[in-house]
């Protein structure tokens, strides 16, 4: 009976030491896209850059703490700061936005300048408000 449990103690073991060999995950290296090659739609992200520093912001400028989007100077939003970023995803063959920003514009084009609605919607949303 002792043997019949060391057997199976030892079996256990051997189950346990299966169980902790982690799998191996096969990395895929992304193909680099030429800044022609890629899309011109701008992305979320939670940060306002500084445009010269080119460092996120703590705090927004007392200009454009506004409660109605129609107050923004969204050209001297531009000109001071970059919200957002460009999409990282290859543009559809002789189209200037990929898949997605084909069908799907909500934050606009990186390449030109955001509308009043699109900077409040980053204000607001980020918290700068």
Request: proline fraction near 1%.
């Amino acid at each position: 009976m002792i043997k019949q449990n060391i057997k199976n103690m030892k079996n256990i073991e051997n189950i346990e030491n299966i169980k902790k060999v982690k799998k191996i995950k096969k990395i895929k290296i992304k193909p680099i896209i030429n800044d022609q090659d890629r899309c011109s739609g701008r992305s979320w992200s939670n940060d306002i850059i500084e445009r010269t520093t080119l460092t996120k912001i703590i705090e927004i400028n007392k200009h454009f703490k506004v409660n109605n989007f129609n107050d923004i100077n969204n050209k001297l939003f531009n000109e001071k700061y970059i919200i957002g970023v460009q999409c990282k995803h290859k543009k559809v063959e002789n189209k200037k936005y990929c898949k997605l920003h084909e069908n799907h514009l909500i934050h606009g084009d990186y390449r030109e300048i955001q509308s009043k609605e699109i900077c409040y919607n980053f204000i607001k949303n980020i918290k700068y408000l």
